[in-house]
C-alpha cells in the first residue's frame, strides 16, 4: 500500500522568508502524481502544485516550488516570500497512475509570523 | 479549475437517523470519486473509491452498510450515513477527478455533520 509521510507536524516560519515543508512516501509504482494541497480554516482544499513523476523538472508555482527526488522518494515544498495567507495546513498528496488510489500525509500546520 | 460542489455544509442529525451528502462534479464528468473523513487536526482518511455505475471500494476498517455510497452518474456522488451515532459525527470531504488530467483531484467545501 501506498502511504505519505509528513515528518513535521508545525512549522513557522517569518514573513518574506523561506520555509520547506518535508514528505517522503513510499510506492512500488513508477508512474504516479505528486502534489501539495492547502487547507486553510475554511478547510477548502486548494492545490499548491502538482508533480508528475515522470518528469524529472521541478514543479514551480509562482513562489511555490518542489524538490522531487524520485529515488529518495522525497517530495518537499518551498515557499518564498512567505506571506500571511500562507498560514494553513498542507498535505502531501499521492495519486497513482490509474487515479484510484489517492492517498495524504498528516499534514504540516505552517504559521507566518509578521 | 473544476469545480465540485458538496451539500450540506453542515447538518446536525438525531442519533438513529440516516443523512445523506452530495458531491456534484459541476463543469466536469468525474470517472472517479472519493470520500474522506477528517477528524479535528488530522489528515484526510479515505474512506471509499467510487467509479461510475459500480460499487465503491471500500478502505479497510470503513462499515459499508453504515456508509454507503451511490455514484449513480458521472457528476454526482452520494454519501449516506445510516444509523447515525454521536462516534458518527466529522468532516466528511468529496473529491472528483476526470480520466487522467495531470492527475488532480478537485475538493468540495465538506460537510460537517453532528449527531446529537
Known amino acids: 500500500a501506498q502511504t505519505v509521510t509528513q515528518s513535521q507536524p508545525e512549522m513557522s516560519v517569518q514573513e518574506a522568508e523561506t520555509v520547506t515543508l518535508s514528505c517522503t512516501y513510499d510506492?512500488?509504482?513508477?508512474?504516479?502524481?505528486l502534489f501539495w494541497y492547502k487547507q486553510p480554516p475554511s478547510r477548502q482544499m486548494i492545490l499548491v502544485i502538482r508533480?508528475?513523476?515522470?518528469?524529472?523538472q521541478n514543479a514551480t508555482e509562482n513562489r511555490f516550488s518542489v524538490n522531487f527526488q524520485k529515488a529518495a522518494k522525497s517530495f518537499s515544498l518551498k515557499i518564498s516570500d512567505s506571506q500571511l495567507g500562507d498560514a494553513a495546513m498542507y498535505f502531501c498528496?499521492?495519486?497513482?497512475?490509474?487515479?484510484?488510489?489517492?492517498?495524504f500525509g498528516g499534514g504540516t500546520r505552517l504559521m507566518v509570523k509578521p | 479549475g473544476a469545480v465540485v460542489s458538496q451539500h450540506p455544509s453542515r447538518v446536525i442529525c438525531k442519533s438513529g437517523t440516516s443523512v445523506k451528502i452530495e458531491c456534484r462534479s459541476l463543469?466536469?464528468?468525474?470517472?472517479?470519486m472519493f470520500w474522506y473523513r477528517q477528524f479535528p487536526k488530522q489528515s484526510l482518511m479515505l474512506m471509499a473509491t467510487?467509479?461510475?455505475?459500480?460499487?465503491?471500494?471500500?478502505e479497510q476498517g470503513v462499515e459499508k452498510d453504515k456508509f454507503l455510497i451511490n455514484h449513480a452518474s458521472l457528476t454526482l456522488s452520494t454519501l449516506t450515513v445510516t444509523s447515525a451515532h454521536p462516534e458518527d459525527s466529522s468532516f466528511y470531504i468529496c473529491?472528483?477527478?476526470?480520466?487522467?488530467?495531470?492527475?488532480?483531484?478537485?475538493f468540495g467545501q465538506g460537510t460537517r455533520l453532528t449527531v446529537v
Open positions: 510506492t512500488s509504482e513508477s508512474d504516479y502524481y
Open positions: 508533480q508528475e513523476a515522470y518528469k524529472q
Open positions: 463543469d466536469f464528468q468525474a470517472t472517479t
Open positions: 467510487s467509479n461510475e455505475g459500480s460499487k465503491a471500494t471500500y
Open positions: 473529491s472528483a477527478r476526470y480520466g487522467f488530467h495531470l492527475g488532480e483531484a478537485f
Open positions: 498528496a499521492y495519486i497513482n497512475n490509474a487515479g484510484n488510489m489517492l492517498t
